[in-house]
């Protein structure tokens, strides 16, 4: 049968009420895997708008809706990384380094112009996490007049670790957003600090250099004794500021649980099997399974359960990430595979038995657990769907592990990068003395009057009725 001649049965049969699930595989096969990878992949690549004349390479919008969904672009990029390295396929590495060497910026630190005025620290670092990724998994280079990869890891990181993101309040702590007028502003949590600790760790692993040790343990310490996370390992959403963090925001996202489990995975494989770190491991990955995947299928709770699905826009994407950071797991403390690998394939199965929607009959939703496609379908739901199929491919082995620079690792670093950065949080103003209060007087006094000068000349020599001048 022609290709014409299918896309036409699988019409028919969906007119008739019965679904065709285009992506079909054979778990058992790495081929048939890496094929449904590579139809995921262009089906999410496909919101992707930023290789077309006139766009900006890199932003990402999940339309109709018009704002820009910056921090999912450093997430789609960081699934296409991973996408070449397990699928083996290079077809899309030079529209990611276009994309991901451009929102990196002359200073090599992710705080682009497009979106400085409404900068997260977990927006700035999910695109440093991608470009670890890339050092990492030896993505190809850019050109030496672009930002290298571990260079723009280590800029979005020391821009992070800046005095100017740090502060006393709460014992320390970054804040969810970096600038004074953002409503997050005056909330720590910990998405945001479990970045930057989770990047840390990654930077000590690869580089060897203890800084990024000390700041991994450090932020550990401090998500710990904040209450951020308890001694059961469950992973809280955050705190405000007002009251020192006294209250803690209890809801339990899986990317929270995740970027945690990830970073003590890597802390554990740089420390050469610690058993404090091993015990970390377990007792994040135990949550993690009970809370987010009680029948090996991911399920963010919050927001969704068997039954009903109210997910939508950010929450969308923590599915996918959550499936290749434990497939990271798996490979970097390799006591964890048991458990981790079985429930990657249950729920990758789910994953793609639902992507049966839309006109081309193999669109992804997000309700994992039925089976069936419920309507969810955008750029998030079709790359936590290629996520959770590569994170089978990562478990099995089926590529080279992840590097260091003493293992192969070929990115090139810069210590310094992102120095040339501004400070990101609003300088604070220095009190106001007498002088100060006189001076702004006589301004005050100077402005009124020639205001009123200004009045009397139109008034006299331009016959201008004042009372609509002033309501104009």
């Not at 018009?66 to 590495?93: C, Q, R, S």
Request: proline share 4%; net charge negative.
């Amino acid at each position: 049968m022609t290709v014409a001649g299918f896309f036409c049965l699988a019409l028919l049969l969906r007119a008739c009420g019965l679904a065709v699930a285009d992506i079909q595989v054979d778990w058992t096969s790495d081929d048939s895997i890496r094929k449904a990878a590579s139809v995921l992949a262009a089906d999410s690549m496909g919101y992707y708008e930023g290789d077309q004349p006139g766009k900006v390479p890199g932003l990402l919008y999940d339309k109709p809706d018009p704002n820009l969904w910056w921090w999912a672009g450093g997430v789609l990029f960081g699934t296409m990384i991973e996408y070449a390295h397990y699928a083996g396929d290079n077809k899309y590495n030079e529209v990611t380094r276009v994309a991901m060497t451009h929102q990196a910026g002359g200073n090599q630190d992710f705080l682009t112009p497009n979106w400085t005025a409404h900068m997260g620290n977990d927006d700035q670092g999910f695109w440093g996490l991608s470009a670890m990724s890339a050092a990492e998994l030896n993505f190809e280079n850019p050109p030496p007049n672009e930002p290298q990869w571990l260079s723009t890891a280590q800029g979005t990181f020391n821009t992070m670790a800046h005095p100017d993101r740090h502060d006393d309040e709460c014992g320390g702590g970054l804040r969810w957003q970096i600038n004074a007028y953002s409503q997050g502003y005056r909330y720590k949590n910990s998405i945001s600090n479990g970045l930057f600790f989770n990047l840390g760790a990654r930077l000590a692993r690869y580089t060897g250099n203890a800084t990024y040790q000390d700041w991994a343990v450090k932020t550990w310490d401090w998500e710990r004794r904040v209450g951020l996370m308890d001694d059961d390992y469950a992973v809280y959403d955050g705190a405000w500021t007002n009251d020192n963090c006294g209250k803690i925001e209890t809801s339990q996202y899986t990317y929270n649980a995740g970027v945690w489990l990830h970073g003590a995975a890597f802390m554990f494989n740089h420390t050469n099997g610690s058993p404090e770190w091993q015990k970390r491991v377990e007792g994040l990955l135990d949550h993690m399974l009970a809370k987010f995947f009680p029948k090996k299928i991911a399920i963010e709770t919050v927001c969704q359960n068997d039954e009903v699905n109210k997910c939508r826009r950010d929450t969308l994407i923590h599915k996918g990430v959550v499936h290749r950071w434990l497939a990271n797991v798996a490979q970097l403390a390799p006591f964890t595979a048991a458990k981790i690998t079985p429930v990657l394939q249950e729920s990758a199965k789910a994953a793609v038995r639902q992507c049966t929607g839309g006109e081309s009959g193999r669109q992804c939703g997000f309700q994992w657990t039925t089976g069936k496609y419920d309507g969810t379908a955008n750029v998030a739901t079709e790359m936590s769907v290629l996520s959770a199929v590569l994170s089978v491919l990562s478990a099995k082995g089926v590529a080279p592990s992840l590097v260091t620079e003493r293992s192969g690792g070929t990115s090139k670093g810069d210590t310094s990068a992102g120095s040339g950065s501004r400070a990101m949080t609003p300088r604070k103003h220095a009190p106001i003395t007498t002088a100060g209060r006189a001076g702004a007087g006589i301004i005050t006094l100077i402005l009124v009057v020639c205001l009123v000068g200004t009045l009397v000349f139109m008034v006299s020599d331009h016959d201008v009725d004042i009372r609509t001048w002033v309501k104009g």
